[in-house]
């Protein structure tokens, strides 16, 4: 079984920055792609960027240039450094992993820019 446990939300205003973390326990973390996902308000939740066991990432284009996923594997721990934030990032953001063919989320973080 995998827990994660997502941190570093909050309000901020447009422009500023602000760092995510999720927290693995009880997994090989390693091994696993971890990827953050967000939820606005009234939509879908979509991926926002993703981070291979090996290091490669992948970003959806409305992020690209603001924001770096990277991982820690020693303390089982990825981050989403977000810069220049915008109105329309805010969001509850999630981070999800699969392990064993098995998807786990977190319990969501929200972040909130205000314009």
């Known amino acids: 079984q995998v827990q994660l446990v997502e941190s570093g939300g909050g309000l901020v205003q447009a422009g500023g920055s602000l760092r995510l973390s999720c927290a693995a326990g009880?997994?090989?973390?390693?091994?696993?792609?971890v990827a953050w996902y967000r939820q606005a308000p009234g939509k879908q939740r979509r991926l926002v960027a993703h981070?291979?066991?090996?290091?490669?990432?992948i970003y959806v284009e409305s992020v690209k240039g603001r924001f770096t996923i990277s991982r820690d594997n020693a303390k089982n721990t990825v981050y989403l450094q977000m810069n220049n934030l915008k109105a329309e990032d805010t969001a509850v953001y999630y981070c999800?992993?699969?392990?064993?063919?098995?998807?786990?989320w977190g319990q969501g973080t929200q972040v909130t820019v205000s314009s």
């Open positions: 981070i291979s066991s090996g290091g490669g990432t």
């Open positions: 009880g997994s090989a973390f390693s091994f696993n792609p």
């Open positions: 999800n992993t699969i392990e064993n063919r098995s998807n786990y």
